[in-house]
């Protein structure tokens, strides 16, 4: 049987990739979103374990991916409202904020940036241009970014009640942990 | 011509804009990733009753609802209700006092005890299938079962009831097991079909004057019940039951369960404003006993009020 010389073209896609793009691919060895709201009665928090992260150290691409379901609260019915009543999670099933970072960075070497991250944060299925502030810290080639800021509900559509008992603050604290490593496809 | 298309999808990559086409395929990366499925339909119901009617929903995995449920007097002034006792406020048709606690995501175990007939409940309620958001499973399916002991005085129970009649303690025993077979249509629609049977180990020997049935030990309900939103918080509820007992049928005395109410979430808390031709509030004493008529001014006020404990904190 006669090989066709160009064969090996169907790989060169994949091939390019690998060599050129998965080497600086990181993603999310563990990562945990949580939030936190002040409210007179009791402060409410919730903490997300089941966010991904993505990281291209190449071109400075970010992607952070969060399942509003994957929140948990300590009051199991709180939870049930937020997802149905705030977050509208069967409409808009997640969050995330798609950014890049443009300053230089060593990513081979050991080393902390603080550094701000403009991109786009969705949440409730409205996007807004922000800038995050991060630190990152690089070490035995395991990245770890940190980052807090804060969220007006209002800017995403997010309405509070009229009819509330407990008065929610109009902001949320976000606080973001997450450790990657270089790109490994997760199983099923 | 075999060697096109893989040069076509080459071309695709060194010639298109490489920013855009890593972001792309960085999403891509992201989605193939696997993580938990939130795929479960939530909120079919806002709480584990609709009205009289018990919903597929039921209390969390690790908390406890404490609830007293209060039906006031009949309303209108053709069944002793109207001005005279404020439209019914005056009066206490039924006060049920109550504990449900999740064991389970899936299971749920209560407790209660009422004012009519003294009774002390226990029940469970088991969701056997969850509707899902791809529809796989199109409904949510769940078990549920009551049994009541009636501690009521010998005197009263067994009034009017000849004195060579033996008396048993399993006569104070009654039982309703039903199927919640319920479909979240969208979010401002939930539908419910309530199949049950009901049997009381002891009924007296009554007849209906109209068709000449005896009153039976067991009979079977159908039930039907629904939640439609008519604003983000507030929310139209119906239940109503079908009974298939010829002694209920006709019967001036005995009435089909319906009950109608709003809903009004506050955030945080759920309010019920609801009106049922029923006195009981369990199974075992609505199904069998509401002998109200709505068209005779014979519905109540109810209300209750429910207070949740986190018993078991989830791993936060």
Known sequence: MKTNPFKFLIFLPAILLATSGMGQIYNGKSMSVTFFSKAPLEDITAINKVSKPILNTATGDVIVKVPIQGFIFEKALMQEHFNENYMESEKYPDASFKGKITEPIDWKKDGTYKLNIAGKLLVHGVEKDRTLPVVITIKGGEITVESKFTITLKDHNITIPELVFQKIAETVDVTLNATLVPYSPKKK | ?316
């Open chain 2, 1 to 316: 011509m075999r060697i096109l298309f893989p040069l076509l999808i080459l071309g695709a990559f060194v010639s298109g804009n490489p920013a855009r086409a890593q972001d792309n395929d960085l999403e891509k990366l992201l989605e193939e990733e696997s993580g938990p499925q939130f795929n479960k339909v939530f909120a079919t119901f806002k709480t584990s009753r609709i009205i009289s009617s018990q919903s597929v929903e039921q209390v969390k995995a690790g908390t406890l609802d404490f609830r007293v449920t209060h039906r006031f007097g009949n309303v209108g002034a053709g069944s002793a209700g109207g001005g005279h006792t404020l439209f019914g406020l005056d009066e206490a048709s039924d006060i049920r006092i109550s504990f449900d606690y999740g064991l389970t995501e899936n299971f749920a175990l209560g407790i209660g005890r009422s004012k009519r007939k003294e009774n002390l409940d226990g029940n469970f309620k088991w969701k056997i299938l969850h509707q899902t958001t791809d529809n796989k499973i199109p409904f949510t399916l769940s078990l549920f079962s009551v049994a009541t002991f009636t501690p009521m005085r010998e005197s009263q129970l067994y009034l009017g009831v000849d004195s060579t009649f033996e008396r048993k303690t399993a006569h104070r025993m009654a039982y309703t097991t039903q199927i919640l077979l319920a479909r979240k249509f969208s979010s401002w629609l939930s539908l419910q079909l309530t199949p049950g049977y009901t049997h009381r180990n002891f009924v007296k020997e009554d007849y209906n004057p109209n068709n000449q049935a005896a009153d039976e030990n067991g009979f079977a309900s159908l039930g039907i019940g629904g939640r439609i939103k008519i604003t983000k918080r507030s929310s139209i509820l119906f239940d109503y039951f079908h009974l298939f007992s010829k002694y209920r049928q006709n019967n001036d005395n005995f009435f089909a369960p319906l009950s109608l109410g709003i809903e009004i979430e506050t955030g945080g808390h759920v309010f019920h404003l609801n009106f049922s031709n029923s006195s009981g509030i369990i199974e075992n004493d609505f199904l069998p006993y509401t002998q109200s008529d709505w068209l005779a001014g014979g519905f109540k006020f109810g209300f209750n009020i429910s207070r949740v404990f986190t018993v078991v904190k989830p791993k936060m």
